[in-house]
């Protein structure tokens, strides 16, 4: 009996999803499974520190779709086939359990991206799914019969194809699939920290705080969350955040802009203002230097101190009005120069892809080019960090298996 042939291109989380689910709803598919590295899965191996923040225990459409800086509006209609908690029975049935932590991220019980991993491979084994490795995609050509895939040694023709290449940083990168008649939306970074080079602030590099409040001066991005002080500058998910929701504002700043931290933000100046008074009688006679009323580390507390000109020796009732408007300001608008930015190359995130209005929801099959399906951040959709870039992932990665397999 003669098989259809689908071929996957990309050895990716939405690129597995669609090839082990295609494989499994229709067994008399032939599928192909086609990575361009020596490495199949290398961005869930990576994820949350090795340990891969599967999804995000998020339950209202409404409300996950708030996390995507790009491509809502997509998701918000594809989420009615495969949702949060499709993933979390995808997985729980194949014996991989998920638990949630305080944060609302999603982990293996085992707290290792190995266990989603070999429950990958094992279903591309299961189901007979043919993976080809070093193999790049030169050229994509339809046929009177479906499509030709080129490589630099060899061609494959398949009745379907699935783009799941992940995001490309470049413009040109995206050639071969323009060709398909497809338009792209610019790729930019996003989730990507902030460069604030020669500030000694740097010098504290590894304290974390729990809930900072970042805002990019002269726009309305602003963002709550964890922060970290890095060597090269500032980083954690209140950043990350941030980045992902101004990626096409920074790009266009060449990523050159101001910053303001609120290393309090439950307390503005005015009522800081008014928190500093008290305190100048509560705790009057202790050392400024040895009590730090607001629970910040004490390395970060003693740097504020030293930059607003504050005596070691100096207690509370004796704080000068000069120094502690310094201080005030330091605390609720604190300003950073960023000039440049760096991104995590493991799990690079573009902002970007195959334009959406190309694409039905419903199969995630092109609506120029038959035969053509598509899934993961090779569309122009992207998340915040906590588990949203693999929600989209395994949500676009099976609606395209289940749309192949219907075909």
Not at 139 to 152: H, M
Not at 188 to 199: A, D, R, Y
Not at 278 to 296: H, M, T, V
Not at 313 to 330: S, T, V
Request: charged share 20%; hydrophobic share 40%.
């Amino acid at each position: 009996m003669f098989k259809k042939k689908l071929v996957v291109i990309g050895g990716g989380a939405a690129g597995f999803f669609c090839a082990v689910n295609a494989a499994r709803l229709n067994p008399a598919l032939q599928v192909i499974l086609v990575e361009k590295t020596s490495k199949l899965l290398s961005k869930v191996k990576v994820s949350g520190g090795g340990r891969c923040n599967v999804t995000h225990a998020c339950y209202s459409m409404a409300d996950m779709v708030k996390k995507y800086p790009r491509g809502a509006s997509f998701l918000k209609k594809a989420f009615h086939h495969f949702f949060t908690s499709d993933t979390i029975t995808w997985f729980s049935e194949r014996g991989v359990q998920l638990k949630t932590e305080a944060d609302g991220r999603m982990f293996p019980e085992s707290n290792s991206s190995q266990t989603i991993i070999d429950c990958l491979l094992h279903e591309a084994n299961k189901y007979k799914v043919e993976i080809l490795m070093n193999a790049t995609v030169k050229e994509l050509t339809s046929t009177d019969t479906g499509w030709n895939i080129l490589f630099s040694n060899k061609n494959i023709s398949a009745d379907y194809v699935c783009i799941a290449c992940g995001g490309y940083s470049k413009h040109e990168q995206f050639d071969w699939i323009k060709n398909t008649g497809h338009h792209i939306e610019n790729p930019v970074p996003s989730l990507f920290t902030f460069n604030i080079p020669g500030n000694k602030i740097t010098e504290l590099m590894g304290i974390s705080l729990e809930n900072v409040s970042i805002k990019i001066a002269g726009t309305k991005l602003q963002e709550h969350g964890p922060l970290l002080i890095t060597h090269w500058g500032l980083s954690g998910p209140a950043v990350l955040k941030l980045s992902a929701w101004g990626a096409r504002e920074l790009a266009l700043k060449n990523y050159d802009f101001n910053i303001m931290v609120n290393w309090l933000p439950v307390y503005n100046e005015i009522s800081l203002r008014d928190k500093m008074q008290l305190l100048r009688f509560d705790i009057a006679s202790q050392k400024i230097y040895n009590r730090n009323p607001f629970g910040l580390p004490s390395r970060l507390w003693e740097y504020f101190l030293q930059v607003t000109g504050i005596a070691t020796d100096i207690r509370w009732a004796d704080l000068p009005a000069k120094e502690q408007n310094k201080l005030i300001k330091i605390l609720c608008v604190n300003e950073f120069a960023v000039k440049g930015k760096t991104t995590f190359k493991e799990e690079f995130v573009t902002a970007g892809g195959v334009n959406l209005d190309e694409v039905d929801f419903n199969t995630m099959q092109s609506k120029i080019a038959p035969g053509l399906f598509f899934a993961g951040e090779i569309l122009d959709i992207d998340g915040v960090t906590g588990g949203y870039n693999f929600q989209n992932a395994w949500t676009t990665g099976w609606i395209a298996a289940k749309g192949i397999t219907k075909i």
